[in-house]
C-alpha cells in the first residue's frame, strides 16, 4: 500500500511551513522538520515534508526520485508532475540537477515565477565551509553541505547577475532543510 | 483548547482559511522573502471583516499561525482599539491562540500603522496591515505601468516627487508611509506607519509581512536586511516627533499620539504604543518617587 503522508494535514503543513519560512529568512540556519513522514525512497522525511507543506494541484512539480516517489507526491499534494524542469513550479531533486538555464526564473516584471529548486543532499548542518551573506543574514552564516552536486554552486552564482529574477534553493537532509534563496551570497573556503 | 485534528473551533478550520488557500499564501509569503520588497500578487479571499480593517494582515497571519504562537494586535500602536480586539478575538475563536498584550511575549505581531516601540526580537514576526501596497500609486495610477518600473527599479518620479516637496516647503511634507528603499533595489511603501518608525524597519531581527487584502499583494523584508528611506545628501532624512513627553509614563523618546482633553483647547500627548506605556507606568509605580513628577 501507499505509504502514508502527514499524520495531521493541517498542523503538520503549518510547523513545516513555519520551519521553511525560517529557512527562508535567515539563509544558512538549519531547521528541524516534525519528524514522523516515512516516504518512498530516496524521498527523506524532510525533502517530502517541504513539498507536501507547499505543492499542490496549482504547482507543477518536477520530480528525479523516480516511479514510487512520483505516484507518493501525486496521491498526497495532489500536484501534477511534469517532463520538462522548465514548467515547474517546484524541482524535486535527488540526483543532479537540471541545467540552471531550463529552469524557470520569473521575469523583471514577475521575479516571483522563478522555480524553488528542493534539493536533497546527503547532510546539512551549520559551521562548515560555506560562507553565507546577503538579506536574512546579520554579518555571516556558515554552512556545511555534504553531497552537493558538482559545479552547482558555481551555476548558481552565475544566476546572480539576473536578479530579481532567479530560483530560490531548499536544502534537504534526513529531517533538516536549509535554504539558498536567490539574495544569498555563497562564497566557498 | 487542543486542536489535534486541526479541527477545533465551531467548524471552521484552523485559523479560518482552507488548506488549499493558505499554501497559495504561504508559497507567495516565501518568494516575498526571496525578493525583499517586491510585491507579489495572491488570491486575496474574502474576510468575514470588511477591507480596510486588516484583510490582509490578518490572512498572512492565518497562514503563518500555529497553536503555540502567541499573537499580539495593535492598532495605531494601541492594543484596546476595535479593530485590535476583534482580530485578537478572530483568532483565538478559530485558532484558539493565547493573545497578549506584551510585545515581549508575542511570537507573532499584527499591526496597524506602527512598529512597538520595544525593540523586537528573532524569535518574533511582525505583520503589518497594508491599505495600499503600491508606492507610486499617487505618481502613476495604472499598474501595468508601475510593474515596469519595479522591473527596471525605475523611481526616478519619487525622486522628484521629493525634491518638488522639499521645493515647495523646504522639507519632505511626508510624515508617514514614507517611501523606502530595501535591499538597495525595490521601491517599498512602509505601510501608513509614522516616519518615525522607519530607522526601526532598517536591519530589524525580525522578520517583517505585509499583506494587502483590497490590492492583493503580499510583501516581505527578511531579518537584517537594509531598508532606507528615501533622502538627499543635502536633505538627509530626519523622522518627526512631536516635540514633548507622555503625560502618562514621561517617555521623551517614544512616539507620541495628541489627545484633546477638553472644548477649550486642552491637550496632551501621550505614548501611542499602550503596552510600552503601561509597563512603562508600572515600572514607575513599582519603584516609586523617580521619574513620576508628571504622572497624571
Redesign the interface.
Given at each position: 500500500m501507499m505509504q502514508p503522508g502527514f499524520h495531521?494535514?493541517?498542523?503538520d503543513?503549518?510547523?513545516g511551513?513555519?520551519a521553511?519560512?525560517e529557512a527562508?529568512?535567515?539563509p544558512g540556519r538549519v531547521q528541524a522538520l516534525p519528524p514522523g513522514l516515512t516516504p518512498p525512497a530516496p524521498l527523506q522525511p524532510a525533502t517530502a515534508a517541504v513539498l507536501l507543506?507547499?505543492a499542490?494541484a496549482?504547482?507543477p512539480v518536477f520530480s528525479d526520485a523516480g516511479t514510487a516517489a512520483a505516484e507518493w507526491l501525486r496521491f498526497h499534494a495532489g500536484c501534477p508532475l511534469v517532463a520538462s524542469p522548465a514548467a515547474a513550479?517546484f524541482l524535486c531533486v535527488t540526483g543532479t540537477p537540471p541545467a540552471l538555464e531550463e529552469i524557470d526564473l520569473g521575469?523583471?516584471?514577475a521575479?516571483?515565477d522563478?522555480a524553488?529548486l528542493v534539493l536533497q543532499v546527503a547532510a546539512l548542518r551549520e559551521g562548515g565551509a560555506l560562507r553565507l551573506s546577503g538579506?536574512?543574514?546579520?554579518r555571516e552564516h556558515r554552512l556545511h553541505v555534504e553531497g552537493l552536486p558538482e559545479g552547482f554552486l558555481a551555476a548558481r552564482a552565475a544566476l546572480a547577475p539576473l536578479?530579481?529574477r532567479?530560483m530560490?534553493v531548499i536544502l534537504c537532509a534526513g529531517t533538516r532543510i536549509a535554504a539558498l534563496?536567490?539574495?544569498t551570497h555563497v562564497m566557498e573556503g | 483548547m487542543s486542536h489535534d485534528s486541526g479541527f477545533g473551533s465551531g467548524g471552521y478550520n484552523f485559523a479560518y482559511l482552507d488548506e488549499n488557500t493558505k499554501r497559495m499564501i504561504r508559497r507567495a509569503l516565501l518568494k516575498a522573502v526571496a525578493i525583499p520588497g517586491h510585491q507579489v500578487p495572491f488570491g486575496a479571499r474574502e474576510m468575514p471583516l470588511p477591507y480596510g480593517w486588516g484583510t490582509g494582515g490578518i490572512q498572512v497571519t492565518a497562514a503563518i499561525l500555529g497553536p503555540r504562537d502567541v499573537l499580539k494586535v495593535i492598532d495605531q500602536g494601541a492594543d484596546d482599539t476595535t479593530n485590535a480586539v476583534s482580530i485578537r478575538r478572530f483568532f483565538s475563536r478559530v485558532a484558539g491562540v493565547r493573545g497578549t498584550t506584551r510585545t515581549a511575549e508575542a511570537t507573532i505581531i499584527q499591526t496597524r500603522h506602527r512598529i512597538p516601540e520595544t525593540p523586537l526580537t528573532e524569535a518574533q514576526t511582525i505583520v503589518y496591515q497594508v491599505p495600499m501596497p503600491e508606492p507610486l500609486f499617487r505618481l502613476e495610477p495604472r499598474l501595468a505601468e508601475t510593474r515596469r518600473m519595479h522591473a527596471l527599479a525605475d523611481y526616478g518620479l519619487m525622486h522628484v516627487k521629493l525634491y518638488e516637496d522639499i521645493a515647495r516647503h523646504g522639507h519632505v511634507s511626508t510624515a508617514y508611509n514614507y517611501p523606502v528603499m530595501v535591499g538597495g533595489r525595490y521601491l517599498m511603501s512602509p505601510s501608513p506607519i509614522p516616519a518615525f518608525d522607519n530607522p526601526k524597519m532598517h536591519r530589524m531581527p525580525a522578520l517583517q509581512l505585509f499583506g494587502a487584502g483590497r490590492e492583493k499583494k503580499i510583501y516581505a523584508v527578511p531579518p537584517y536586511t537594509e531598508v532606507r528611506s528615501l533622502d538627499f545628501e543635502d536633505h538627509p532624512f530626519r523622522p518627526h516627533r512631536a516635540d514633548g513627553c507622555c503625560a502618562l509614563c514621561g517617555s521623551a523618546t517614544s512616539y507620541l499620539d495628541e489627545v484633546v482633553t477638553d472644548d477649550r483647547g486642552g491637550r496632551m500627548f501621550v505614548c501611542s504604543d499602550t503596552d510600552y506605556c503601561e509597563e512603562r507606568q508600572e515600572a514607575a509605580a513599582a519603584a516609586p518617587a523617580s521619574e513620576t513628577e508628571d504622572a497624571a
Open positions: 495531521d494535514p493541517v498542523l503543513a503549518q510547523s511551513f513555519r521553511v519560512l527562508m529568512s535567515r507543506t507547499l499542490d496549482e504547482t513550479t521575469t523583471d516584471e521575479p516571483q522563478g524553488t538579506p536574512g543574514i546579520e536578479y530579481p532567479g530560490d534563496p536567490r539574495t | -
